[in-house]
T-cell receptor, first 115, second 113 residues
């Protein structure tokens, strides 16, 4: 089954404790992206990757890091989480980011709470 | 700054009626347009895509695009209670760019039994 898998689905942690949210897709997609979704603000892009070893900032990259060492995986890293990073996070992928007609497929989301 | 505007709602529609959802966008270079449905706490699910002016029908759903007016809409015929969700309009710029989708904030649709 074609899917984007995120882990964990839920996480409650404390300020400053490094955490990683994993994202894996089994569709051989080149393009992967991270979004956060907040009430009243909608979905905002954090980082994206056009292919292996190619990553770039989205609209709200501050406080986040990503890596793309393998095509299927695109982890989101919070080196020193803060309460304003409490949010619902989605990973998404598409066949090609450069081709405009490729829709993105979303993972089930990770609800992150930073205390 | 690329913007995608949607009326947040809630939009309340009787069961069996036509629900009409609207979206405007600011970037004239936009080429691809998507409608996603999102149930509360769940991930966005693609329901329609449209790339050229006019109408595109898929079952009970019809997407309409007018690039001159920078306007895209989604019609849901024979609305069902299960259609109650937030509908996100997403726009992508012309091919070759590395940009992701720009999302509207969504319209909350309520289908009243």
């Amino acid at each position: 089954e074609a899917q984007v898998t995120q882990n964990p689905r839920y996480l409650i942690t404390v300020t400053g404790k490094k955490l990683t949210v994993t994202c894996s897709q089994n569709m051989n997609h080149e393009y992967m992206s991270w979004y956060r979704q907040d009430p009243g603000l909608g979905l905002r892009q954090i980082y994206y990757s056009m292919n292996v070893e190619v990553t770039d900032k989205g609209d709200v990259p501050e406080g986040y890091k990503v890596s793309r060492k393998e095509k299927r995986n695109f982890p989101l890293i919070l080196e020193s989480p803060s309460p304003n990073q409490t949010s619902l996070y989605f990973c998404a992928s598409s066949y090609s980011g450069g081709a405009s007609n490729q829709p993105q497929h979303f993972g089930d989301g990770t609800r992150l709470s930073i205390l | 700054q690329k913007e995608v505007e949607q009326n947040s709602g809630p939009l309340s529609v009787p069961e069996g009626a036509i629900a009409s959802l609207n979206c405007t966008y600011s970037d004239r270079g936009s080429q691809s347009f998507f409608w996603y449905r999102q149930y509360s706490g769940k991930s966005p699910e693609l329901i329609m895509s449209i790339y050229s002016n006019g109408d595109k029908e898929d079952g009970r759903f019809t997407a309409q695009l007018n690039k001159a007016s920078q306007y895209v809409s989604l019609l849901i015929r024979d609305s069902q209670p299960s259609d109650s969700a937030t509908y996100l309009c997403a726009v992508k710029a012309s091919g070759g760019g590395a940009d992701g989708l720009t999302f509207g904030k969504g319209t909350h649709l309520i289908i009243q039994p």
